[in-house]
């Protein structure tokens, strides 16, 4: 089931913002950071261009995925492991999805950013 369009927008604004701070503008050619949702989940993806040079597509390499728990209305945070599998994050889920994503930029244990 897909997002709720105001949570969407929310979440649009949050995540533009952070990805288009992420990176500095003079490293874009050689970095990005970009979100998708599938669902209840929006999932952060660091994204590389082929490194021969080709016309391949950018690699994607999932960073971190935030899903909406309908029930609690709250977001949870996951991980994902080098086999790209999700787990859950030490964290507590959250009404603030801000927060969560302050949570990734802090990395406190070196799973997101390394």
């Known amino acids: 089931m ?12 949050t995540l533009s913002k952070y990805c288009k701070e992420k990176v500095p503008p003079h490293a874009r050619d050689k970095v990005q950071i970009i979100y998708e949702y599938y669902g209840d989940a929006v999932t952060l993806i660091e ?15 999932k960073v971190a995925k935030f899903k909406f728990d309908r029930l ?3 977001w949870v945070l996951f991980c994902f492991d080098r086999n790209s599998k999700a787990h859950k994050f ?4 959250s009404t ?8 990734v930029e802090e990395d406190s244990t070196g799973i997101f950013w390394g």
Do not use: I
Request: aromatic share 8%.
């Open 96 to 103: 603030d999805f801000t927060s969560l994503v302050d949570e």
């Open 47 to 61: 994204t590389r261009p082929p490194w021969d040079g080709s016309d391949r597509p950018w690699t994607k390499l």
């Open 72 to 74: 609690n209305k709250a």
């Open 2 to 13: 897909a997002l709720p369009e105001l949570l969407k927008k929310r979440v649009d604004l």
């Open 90 to 93: 030490k964290c507590e889920p």
